[in-house]
């Protein structure tokens, strides 16, 4: 059995990395000659998020209630997961890897005794069971072994493309109610407030993100960059230099300390790219770099590039979009 | 009074091209350089606060070679008061491993008359990436934890943190001893001062021996990905090239709003 935690979003449906870490489990499940698929749920399982993992290939969907599911509590959740561990037998643990979804196979893994593997792109073998993960910020990949039963792990966002199965599976839901010791709810959420990061949320799910880094020059170097922002109806996020330097808010910095983002298109303009950056913007769709140095890392791993100073290019372009639109 | 233990990790900087050891076991930072992860920085500034808050004396601790020394010494040059090195080669050790050796210098103090009240580390390593070292050393110190922490405060013998969370801003309350881990993004970690530099060479830094043989970090080996071959298509030079770029947006459907 292969079981991963599936994470939801506010409307109950599973999150998009959840449905990445499954496919990613279906093609471990068909390497492992047709292993089944379990998932398990935290919370409700509503009609919708059932029908989408059936589509994903679940055959059973375990639903955690009772005591572990009323508030977030890492080590109750990851007492839950491993009593259906038990029941299911399971040989396999996993997650997406999400800021929970890590947090809660780190769980797993020290109650259990096994090791576990972040951000997991592939597997190389089934015996041994060699997984390739992203280090560094996914500038570099190390090859670990997971020898210990259950394999722990999480898939990184956007290793592989969410995609249902060819055959849907049962879904059957299974609930469980498991008895959680009083001394794993200890660190436990006591309460949630509004995201006071609606720019960060903004940031993680714009289509478009004009980026700015060390090339503004100064707090007062953003205004054009904002009106590029404004006209395009998109984000802006900024590398570490501009957090660093107190240029702008942390909320919006992109890259391995930051947001990490997957837009259509992401307009760094003044970034040259540093594996800190890199980390956190590698996902998008189309880049097109506006940088000064050619030869700048963000330069050469853009899609397309404009050769110039921001300050002159960024207003030349909000002239021409708003000529355009007359 | 609440005193606070840091735990740091010394890693290559991140700002320049990655280069592997050649037995691929770790990432080369002799040209890069070597600071400490940048949640770490973090970690080590709300140890500062948060002690100074209390009355209590921030520690800091690295599981690292003899040259992780350089990060024990600016972690006390911004205000911790106490450094141990647990001398270890880190790459031929595991985050269970790491998290044990921990585990037994807050035993050993505790033992020596100086309880830690509240452990700080960094959310994850910028090295190796692993997640979970505080939370494997909250299990073997029997600790509740609190993960991705961005502030943390003391008062009345219980941490409150908040955690940026999926649905909003989460705050924990919990009762000390206790083990946190930081992200980066809460407060601002200070520059050192001149004293502080001098203050901070002056301090005698402990040095341990581990307390058992590491199992590993079942690691393969490292390896680079193929450098994607640049297909950069350039749109042109300076303001000249604003109207490709407008058109470029529109063919990808950016401006149709």
């Known amino acids: 059995m292969i079981l991963t935690l599936v ?40 009609d919708e998020l059932r029908k989408e993992l059936s ?74 069971f060699v997984v390739t993960r992203q280090v560094v910020g996914g500038a570099a990949l190390e090859e670990m072994r997971l020898d210990q039963r259950p394999a722990v792990f999480s898939v990184a966002g956007h290793a592989v493309e969410a995609k249902p199965a060819e055959s849907p599976g049962a879904a059957d839901v299974v609930e469980h109610s498991p008895e959680i010791a009083a001394g794993d709810l200890v660190a436990r959420v006591v309460s949630t407030g509004e995201p006071d990061t609606d720019e960060s949320g903004s940031l993680k799910s714009a289509k478009v993100v004009v980026g700015a880094g060390r090339g503004a020059g100064g707090p007062d170097g953003f205004k054009d960059l904002e009106e590029l922002t404004a006209l395009l109806g998109a984000a802006l996020g900024v590398s570490r230099v501009v957090t660093a330097a107190g240029w702008r808010p942390h909320h919006e910095q992109v890259g391995q300390t930051g947001s990490r983002i997957s837009p259509d298109l992401y307009v760094p303009c003044g970034i040259s790219g540093a594996i800190q950056h890199w980390a956190g913007c590698s996902s998008a769709k189309t880049i097109l770099a506006i940088n000064t140095d050619p030869e700048a890392p963000m330069v050469t791993r853009a899609t397309y590039a404009v050769i110039g100073d921001l300050h002159e290019v960024v207003p030349a372009i909000n002239d021409e979009i708003r000529r355009r639109r007359g | 009074m609440a005193n606070v233990l840091v735990c740091v ?72 008061t106490a450094a141990t090195l647990v001398e270890a080669e880190p790459s031929t050790y595991g985050p269970a491993d790491v998290a044990r050796e921990l585990a037994a210098v807050v035993r050993a103090h505790e033992a020596e008359g100086t309880a830690h009240d509240l452990v700080l580390l960094g959310n994850d390593a910028a090295d190796s990436g692993d997640f979970q070292v505080g939370i494997r050393l909250a299990y073997e110190l029997r600790r ?74 079942a690691r393969v080996k490292l390896t680079l990905p193929p450098p994607a071959p640049s297909n950069v298509q350039i749109l042109g030079t300076g303001a000249a090239a604003a109207p490709a770029v407008v058109d470029l947006f529109e063919e990808l459907g950016v401006l149709s709003r």
Not at chain 1, 10 to 19: C, F, H, P, Y
Request: overall charge negative; glycine content about 10%; hydrophobic content about 45%.
């Open chain 2, 144 to 217: 509740p934890v609190v993960n991705g922490a961005k502030m943390v405060s003391i008062a009345d013998g219980v941490v409150t943190a908040s955690v940026e969370g999926p649905e909003g801003v989460e705050t924990y309350q919990v009762p000390l001893p206790a083990v946190v881990t930081i992200r980066e993004g809460g407060v601002e970690p200070r520059y050192p001062s001149v004293p502080g530099r001098m203050k901070a060479k002056k301090v005698a830094i402990e040095e341990r021996t581990p307390s058992a043989e590491p199992t590993g970090p």
């Open chain 2, 9 to 80: 990790k010394r890693v290559p900087d991140s700002s320049s091209e990655v280069v592997l050891t050649d037995d691929a076991q770790a990432v080369d930072g002799r040209f890069a350089g070597f600071t400490m992860s940048p949640h770490e920085e973090c970690a080590v500034e709300l140890a500062v606060q948060v002690s100074a808050a209390t009355g209590g004396e921030a520690a800091v601790v690295t599981l690292g070679d003899a040259e992780a020394v350089e990060q024990l010494r600016s972690a006390l040059a911004v205000g911790a």
């Open chain 1, 55 to 128: 589509a994903y290939g679940v055959r059973t969907v375990h639903q955690v209630g009772g005591e572990a599911a009323s508030a977030y509590c890492g080590a109750a959740w990851a007492s839950a997961i491993l009593s259906v561990r038990e029941q299911s037998k399971s040989v396999v643990v996993m997650a997406a890897g999400t800021d929970r979804g890590n947090e809660l196979m780190a769980h797993v893994a020290a109650r259990a005794g096994v090791a576990m593997a972040a951000n997991v792109l592939s597997f190389q073998g089934l015996s041994p």
């Open chain 1, 7 to 46: 994470e939801k979003d506010l409307e109950g449906t599973a999150v998009e990395v959840s449905l990445e870490a499954l496919t990613f489990a279906r093609a471990l499940s068909a390497e492992g000659g047709g292993v089944p698929l379990d998932a398990v749920v935290v919370g409700e399982v509503s």
